[in-house]
């Protein structure tokens, strides 16, 4: 696969008719708005995945403090708890909840043979789709707690105002037939929250965080992915492994066409400077400069992310567990030798991702 959300700057231009299968199953994916898309672009429930919650000390809850930043904060009620508590909620069969983020649960499904570009049934249990009420692509994204999806902003800016036509799946595999031993889960979404500093022009700060209508339960093919961990446990560049992106986005730029299965492709991280020198020789020109919301990986050619990728999932591991590095933004074409794709550097941004969800909790 390839998997690149746009090309940049030439993008808005861009228009080439999609050629996508057909299926007669229910809930099949079509990818008819997404040219369209790229031309316009210019310019309180219970949780279900619970079985168990109780007021107790945060040590009590969460065993790997690695895990802390983020999750106790998303599920503490603090109307629930006496001070000093949290509301920690555990299922039997999984574990610690709070501590399950960046596991997968791969599995063959029987009688479906997986070729080596295609992910297993449940290896990205984070990956979201966004789509229409109509079941038509509008852009990717990743589950990161059991009810907030984080994405990029240039295909949802323009649904900020009417979050009632989309919906949120989870757990899918094969967007065409219906194959999978566990059936997707869908949910509807009452926010969409643009980074305020966003810009259309040249993408700077496209990130979006999605709030779905209910939680979701957490499963072995619908599980959140990990957000990069805060000092003093950051993780420095060098120690990330196994960096991938996963997707369903065309394998050709100039020829769209849309696989069925969820593929994914190992992209290596790139030293900043080293990424501003390969995008100057392009028609970027040499006075680019890139903006510190950005991270690059890829240049392996044919080895990339492309059109219908944007907010896909960049994962990288750090002791067996996968992290939310950055997601598929912009790039020049897709799969050329020496020219890295161009991702959202999610680091830099979450302190402000955990500030909306914050926000988003204390309003309801």
Known sequence: MYLKTVVFIAFYAVVNKMHYCTSNDAGSVSFDRLELQIEKIKPAHETEWI?????????????????????????????????????????????????????????????????????????????ALI??????????????????????????????????????????????????????????????TVHPEYS?????????????????????????????????????????????????GTESFERPRYPGVL???????????????????????GRFELHEGFLCAGGEENEDACKGDGGSPLVCEHDSVSHLIGLVSWGIGCGTA???GVYIDVNVYVTWIEKQIRSEEVLH
């Open 51 to 127: 079985e168990e919650c109780k007021c107790v000390l945060l040590a009590d809850c969460i065993h790997d403090e690695n895990d802390a930043s983020i999750d106790i904060r998303i599920i503490t009620k603090p109307d629930k708890c006496p001070s000093g508590k949290v509301y920690c909620c555990s299922d039997p069969w999984l574990g610690n909840p709070l501590s399950m983020c960046g596991k997968t649960t791969a599995q063959d499904i029987e009688g479906v043979d997986v070729q080596p570009d295609q992910a297993k049934f449940g290896e990205f249990p984070w990956q």
């Open 131 to 192: 789509l229409t009420n109509g079941n038509s692509f509008v852009s990717n994204g990743a589950l990161i707690d059991n009810k907030h999806i984080i994405s990029t902003a240039h295909f949802l800016n323009s649904f900020t105002k009417n979050v009632s036509s989309l919906k949120v799946r989870l757990g899918e595999w094969d967007i065409y037939k219906n194959v999978e031993p566990q059936p997707h889960v869908e949910r509807s979404i009452v926010s969409i």
């Open 200 to 248: 259309s022009w040249n993408m700077h700060n496209d990130i979006a965080v999605i709030t779905m209508s209910e939680t979701v339960m957490v499963t072995g093919h619908v599980s959140p992915v990990c957000l990069p961990p805060r000092p003093p446990n950051a993780v420095s560049p060098r120690q990330w492994t196994g960096c991938r992106v996963s997707g369903w």
């Open 263 to 285: 593929k994914k492709v190992n992209v290596p991280l790139w030293d900043r400077s080293r990424c501003v020198k390969s995008l100057r020789a392009t028609r970027l020109g």
């Open 338 to 340: 020496s020219v890295p």
